[in-house]
């Protein structure tokens, strides 16, 4: 190898000095966490909430059910299949 | 062996047992080596400041698995070099050469000679950027980091002969790339 390659090599990769930008990269403060109990402690109270609003609605406004009405024009041609599914459910 | 034998291992026994200061110390122990590999194989501060991140966290995060079977600085040369190896193939730098001539032409005297040597030295850079991946990691670690051809070894390791004839290839290819500096370098 020709020496002026040599010298060219080594000058033109000659080592270098990190940023400062590297070190608070790497060693920067992690944030705190919260405490994983208080995060249950939150989805628990949540469902909680959620299940008594589910409960107290549910209890406000009964389901009504209307009453079935007979469609002649909708009338279904009964076969063995249809008296099944009827009959097993 | 690459190792500063026992006040490393005090180092990296505190590290082990997770206290702050000591691995502060050993990013300032290491950060300029790590930076310096990052940057000179990647080509640029943006991607080598990636590598080095990713090989710290990798050396803090991994450093209950060294064993001391190998010298400490050795381990973190083989994170550095598996984190440059791992980092995918970034968009290069299109140098534009038109602004740089008419810069190099309103320049004169020592400011012009200067303007010359980091022209070379860009050339220099670029040409190592264009060798495989395992031809420039070869280059890096013998003219960034100074290691002998046992050392490189190593760190990758691979024979001494694998090294020797990766860096007489990569030689060649770089003397082929750059035959048309040898001038300019006489006269810079």
């Not at chain 2, 691995?23 to 790590?34: G, I, S």
Request: hydrophobic fraction near 45%; aromatic fraction near 6%; charge should be positive.
């Amino acid at each position: 190898m020709p020496e002026w390659l040599e010298r060219e090599l080594a000058a033109g990769l000659a080592p270098v000095e990190a940023p400062g930008a590297l070190r608070e990269r790497v060693l920067r403060p992690r944030p705190v966490l919260p405490a994983r109990r208080v995060s249950v402690f939150l989805i628990a109270a949540a469902m909680v909430v959620l299940s008594a609003g589910t409960v107290w609605l549910s209890a406000r406004q009964p389901v009504r059910v209307s009453n079935a009405r007979w469609n002649p024009a909708t009338r279904a041609p009964i076969n063995d299949h249809n008296c099944v599914l009827c009959h097993t459910l | 062996m690459l190792v500063r034998e026992s006040p490393e291992r005090e180092l990296v026994e505190a590290c082990k047992r997770g206290e702050r200061d000591a691995f502060r110390t050993l990013f300032e122990t290491y950060k300029n080596k790590v930076y310096s590999v990052a940057l000179r194989f990647a080509g640029e501060e943006a991607a080598a400041m990636d590598i080095a991140q990713d090989t710290f966290v990798k050396l803090f995060s991994c450093i209950r698995d060294f064993r001391g079977e190998a010298g400490f600085e050795t381990w973190v040369y083989r994170m550095v070099v598996n984190s440059c190896l791992d980092q995918k193939r970034r968009t290069r730098r299109l140098v534009p050469l038109a602004d740089e001539l008419m810069a190099t032409l309103r320049a004169s005297g020592d400011v012009l000679a200067q303007m010359l040597r980091a022209e070379i030295g860009d050339r220099v850079r670029a040409a190592v950027e264009k060798l495989t991946p395992d031809l420039r990691i070869v280059i890096v670690l013998r003219y960034t980091e100074g290691l002998a051809y046992d050392q490189i070894a190593e760190v990758l390791g691979c024979s001494q002969g694998t090294v020797a004839s990766r860096l007489n290839r990569a030689h060649k290819a770089l003397e082929r790339r750059l035959a048309h500096l040898a001038k300019g370098v006489a006269h810079a």
